[in-house]
């Protein structure tokens, strides 16, 4: 009877700790995927703040066509990786739109009207404030992966990540040439 009881309450004990380890491991499954989303909210931003600073600069600089061709072009790849890209994809669209962005600033900086302009000066404070926030998404999301992938990776949640259908996930890795910020004098 005492052995029939021991035996219950330690299978008992495993089903409580399989059940734990499945929530654990599928809730920071989830809290990737939000940090994820929360990079693409500001990619998103970001890419719709582009064609108001584009629209200011395009009216005094009519003759530069193929920088603003670009900035479309690499806006649409932004919209597109945003919404099912991989973290790869998503980090060369920023990366091809971080280009773009620098080249209209550069037109923008042939024109002094235009730097003084208070409606330039507004779009850049809010593209500002958005590659802060950018930046903040992706440390958020690379601190849930690790903490995720360090669940997937250690014993015992190892066993169970199958089961949860839980696998690790690739860090948000800045673009080649991405290590330091463009230099954009005005």
Request: aromatic residues 8%; charged residues 20%; proline residues 4%.
């Amino acid at each position: 009877m005492l052995a029939t009881i021991v035996v219950v309450v330690v299978l008992l004990a495993l089903v409580v700790f399989g059940v734990i380890a499945f929530n654990r491991l599928r809730t920071s499954d989830i809290g990737a995927q939000e940090a994820l989303g929360g990079i693409d909210v500001q990619l998103t931003r970001r890419a719709d703040l582009i064609p108001n600073l584009v629209n200011t600069v395009k009216g005094y600089a009519q003759h530069e066509k193929s920088v603003f061709e670009e900035v479309t072009a690499a806006r649409a790849g932004v919209t597109a990786a945003a919404k099912d890209g991989t973290v790869e994809e998503k980090s060369a669209a920023q990366a091809r739109l971080d280009q773009a962005i620098v080249n209209v600033l550069a037109v923008a900086e042939a024109y002094p009207d235009l730097k003084a302009s208070a409606n330039f000066l507004e779009l850049q404070e809010q593209l500002g404030e958005t590659e802060n926030q950018l930046a903040f998404a992706r440390q958020y999301y690379n601190d849930a992966a690790a903490q995720l992938n360090t669940l997937v990776s250690t014993i015992p949640w190892m066993f169970l990540a199958g089961v949860a259908g839980v696998r690790s996930r690739p860090f948000y890795d800045a673009p080649a040439g991405q290590e330091t910020p463009p230099a954009v004098s005005f």
